[in-house]
């Protein structure tokens, strides 16, 4: 399993929009699973939080506590080996009145 190919990245998105967070492609076969983190903890999916079959982070209506570092873990199920992308940050701007 090859290093993720993208580097650090960051996103900006603004209060109650959707955010899509795409997957650093990762060169591995077979095809990695991937889990998502922020700031260390595994994001559980949920009503607001999904993760696509292309392993797209989708965030609908993004609320201030959504903002932070993300990160996605690659798992080679055929040999165990595992790597960390570099951070994600996504921004989660107020709309101002």
């Not at 998502?36 to 999904?50: L, Q």
Request: hydrophobic residues 35%.
């Amino acid at each position: 399993m090859g290093g993720f190919v993208e580097g650090e990245r960051s996103q900006t998105v603004s209060q109650g929009e959707g955010a899509l967070i795409h997957a650093p492609r990762i060169h591995s076969f077979p095809r990695p699973q991937i889990t998502w983190f922020r700031d260390g903890r595994k994001i559980p999916s949920s009503s607001r939080i999904a993760i696509t079959l292309d392993n797209t982070l989708v965030i609908l209506s993004t609320v201030a506590p959504d903002a932070g570092r993300y990160y996605a873990q690659a798992v080679n199920d055929k040999n165990g080996e595992n790597k960390t992308s570099q951070p994600i940050t996504l921004t989660v701007e107020s709309k101002c009145a």
